[in-house]
């Protein structure tokens, strides 16, 4: 009885999870990351879509942390897909370019040392 509750608890938050990935999908092909030119948009913008795609990521709390991607991980239990596609979006905001620069590096070691290569924000470190 205990492996049935704990297999069907499991796979209802492997589906939050999924389902969080795929609200980052849609807000970032809002926002224009999914096109072949480069996005321009305001961390606002980002906010707004946020909101409007009811995303239980609370950006304002996120940023305030000084682990943002720490945060998202432990607390949002985000998957690594939905962590790039999230700092994806960030790193075409307007946020401060030393503040997402960090974020970067956070996520990359992070990403790197669990053996999940991201081509996508490798390109953005080296840009």
């Given at each position: 009885m205990y492996y049935l509750l704990s297999n069907s608890?499991?796979?209802?938050?492997?589906?939050?999870i999924d389902?969080?990935?795929?609200?980052?999908l849609i807000i970032a092909r809002k926002l224009g990351l999914q096109e072949d030119v480069m996005p321009d948009y305001s961390l606002l913008d980002v906010k707004d879509e946020f909101d409007k795609a009811v995303c239980p990521?609370?950006?304002?709390?996120?940023?305030?942390?000084?682990?943002?991607?720490?945060?998202?991980?432990?607390t949002e239990k985000i998957s690594d897909h939905s962590l790039e596609t999230f700092i994806e979006i960030l790193f075409h905001s307007?946020?401060?370019?030393d503040r997402k620069a960090a974020i970067?590096?956070?996520?990359l070691?992070?990403?790197d040392g669990k053996g999940?290569?991201?081509?996508?924000?490798?390109?953005?470190?080296?840009s």
């Open positions: 608890m499991e796979d209802f938050i492997l589906r939050e389902r969080l990935g795929e609200m980052l990521i609370n950006l304002d709390a996120l940023l305030e942390q000084e682990n943002p991607v720490w945060y998202l991980v432990e307007d946020l401060d370019e970067l590096h956070d996520a070691a992070y990403l999940f290569f991201s081509f996508k924000l490798h390109a953005l470190s080296n």
